[in-house]
């Protein structure tokens, strides 16, 4: 194939754009802030574990307590049914039963409201306990979040970057022989480098050292010839330093 060195030169800017394409489209799969998203995702998922592990003690607690005290409510109405009916009874043996009854109520209550106060105590305990839990869940949503923003920044920098760097490639490559450009294309979806310099005998696509007889068939070659690189693939630049 023959093409101008011209054209031939302008490759390596549409390598330089296509470099740029699959940066940012790896910037974007894989953006710098993914990797301590995926570290904080565990530690958000086991703090809101937590959370709701002790919001059910919380929850458990109170309904314990309201039952306790509506049976503190239902042993003073009965205490006080007892103390009324033993106003009005003449026996003794009634009195002395009553008396006996309310005796018996006074120490269920106060066992009741010792009971309240374990669970009260437990209940602030609980409550602490969720305080800090959601300190620890701010502090990592927080994380979360300016990762997040960060992360959708540079992604939105590297597409934009992508976008650029498509339209001047578009731009360029227009302007570029048809069939120098799909020969281009199909090295570099080949062998991942389309074009690349030749210098002082040594391939930048390949990084290798030309072996003699292919550096001089490169040097025999004319200066539109087409060459490509014997273990890349790719097509050589050649100027004066090759």
């Known amino acids: 194939m023959k093409a101008d060195p011209r054209d031939q030169l302008e490759l390596l800017r549409v390598q330089e754009l296509d470099n740029a394409i699959t ?11 993914a ?17 709701r592990t002790a919001s059910g003690e919380l929850d458990d607690a109170r309904a314990e307590l309201a039952r306790l ?14 103390e009324d009916r033993m106003q009005h009874t003449a026996s003794v043996k009634d009195v002395a039963a009553l008396e006996a009854e309310i005796e018996a109520l006074r120490k269920r209550r106060n066992d009741l409201e010792d009971i309240e106060l374990t669970i009260m105590e437990r209940i602030e305990e609980v409550e ?24 959708d920044e ?23 022989p048809a069939d120098l450009v799909t020969l281009y ?30 550096l001089a068939s490169v040097h025999a070659a004319a200066p539109d010839d087409v060459v490509l690189c014997p ?12």
């Open 35 to 51: 990797t301590r998203l995926a570290e904080l995702a565990p530690q958000l998922a086991e703090v809101r574990d937590r959370r």
């Open 154 to 176: 540079a992604v939105a920098a590297a597409q934009r970057k992508k976008a650029d760097a498509a339209t001047d490639r578009a731009t360029l490559v227009a302007a570029l």
């Open 69 to 82: 005290e509506a049976d503190v409510k239902v042993v003073e109405a009965r205490a006080a049914r007892d």
């Open 128 to 151: 602490g306990t969720i305080a800090r839990i959601d300190a620890d869940g701010a502090s990592v949503e927080q994380s979360v979040a300016q990762l997040e923003s960060e992360r």
């Open 231 to 242: 273990d890349s693939g790719a097509i050589l630049i050649r100027d004066e330093n090759s």
């Open 185 to 214: 294309d199909k090295q570099r979806e080949r062998y991942g480098v389309g074009a690349a310099r030749l210098v002082g005998g040594v391939s930048l696509a390949s990084n290798m050292k030309l072996s003699p007889s292919d």
């Open 23 to 33: 940066q940012a489209n790896r910037a974007v799969a894989n953006p710098p802030q």
